[in-house]
């Protein structure tokens, strides 16, 4: 059966406070979320790591990784096909011996795409936890629509998530980005809009941790001239609604992407193993 495409996308965005820890109960909140839902939403997305939360220590963060036919993405690709949505975010992901930080990007027509984190917080330790990824992004097709994956501290990579010939609609990032640096946070996103002619949502987590804290206010949604688009609702769930036909026409009525400098990554390998 052939993809129904949309040129409306409705987009919503979860910052859901993380119980850190315990995917059972992180897991019900996204179903009691999804329950909760307006009417037509295509894509869900949620924060970095939603289902367990994050910690410096080696040893548990290994002990909360799963791997892709573990509870966390089982539960999620039922949620998906039952509520016909898409739902984005990352968890903490078991691979042939290493622990990722792994984004998710899964579809209710059964399909899954992944990404591993390519930049670790280093301030933050991570890169004691986990390995960093080996590919870029992949460029995912949902209903007419490219889409493009990163996580948090990607974002602060401009060559990484350049969007060279107009690859990608949509820029997704799911993060746990403390209130403490949310100005560089609000405005990185917002110069990945407008440099990129895209649409860009990030979804930070809610509540707090030891790491600081992260209001709800800290998701945002930005067109591709870096306006904010973010509808907030009473609960929590922030919703957007991105025009691709407004897209398209805006790309080719003023087209800097023309321009840009052609350059390829040579550091790394395209071995995802």
């Known amino acids: 059966m052939n993809e ?16 850190f820890g315990d995917v059972k109960i992180n897991l019900s909140t996204v179903s009691d979320i999804i329950g909760a839902l307006e009417q037509n939403v295509d894509i869900l997305v949620l924060p970095e790591l939603f289902s367990t939360g994050f910690r410096k220590s080696p040893e548990i963060m290994a002990s909360l990784a799963e791997t892709i036919e ?29 622990i990722l930080n792994r984004a998710f990007f899964i579809s209710p027509d059964c399909k899954e795409h992944y990404y591993d984190k390519r930049h670790l917080f280093t301030l933050g330790g991570e890169q004691n936890i ?9 460029i995912i097709e949902f209903k007419g629509w ?34 403490a640096r949310a100005y560089a946070w609000k405005h990185l996103l917002i110069a990945r809009a407008i440099e990129n002619q895209a ?13 600081g804290e992260y209001p709800f206010e800290d998701t945002f949604a930005f067109d591709n001239w870096g306006k904010d688009i973010a ?13 691709r036909d407004k897209l398209n026409l ?17 550091d790394f390998s395209e071995d995802s193993e």
């Not at 898409?86 to 290493?98: E, L, T, Y």
């Not at 990484?160 to 209130?179: C, E, F």
Request: glycine share 6%; hydrophobic share 40%.
């Open 130 to 138: 986990f390995s960093p990824g080996k590919c870029m992004p992949e």
């Open 199 to 211: 649409y860009v949502i990030g979804c930070n987590r809610g509540g707090q941790d030891e790491y």
């Open 250 to 266: 805006d790309r080719e009525r003023f087209s800097p992407w023309r321009d840009a400098d052609t350059f390829t990554f040579e």
């Open 146 to 179: 490219k889409i493009m994956t990163a996580v948090c501290y990607d974002l602060r990579f401009p060559a990484w998530l350049r969007n060279s010939a107009l690859k990608y609609d949509l820029l997704i990032i799911p993060a746990n980005w403390a209130h």
């Open 70 to 98: 573990g509870d966390t993405i089982t539960t999620l690709k039922e949620l998906s096909l039952r509520n016909n949505l898409a739902i984005c975010g990352s968890f903490v992901c078991s691979h042939k011996g290493k």
């Open 231 to 243: 509808i907030r609702s009473d609960d929590g769930v922030i919703y957007c609604t991105l025009d």
């Open 4 to 19: 129904v495409v949309k040129s409306v996308l409705k987009i919503a965005i979860a910052p859901i406070d993380i119980t």
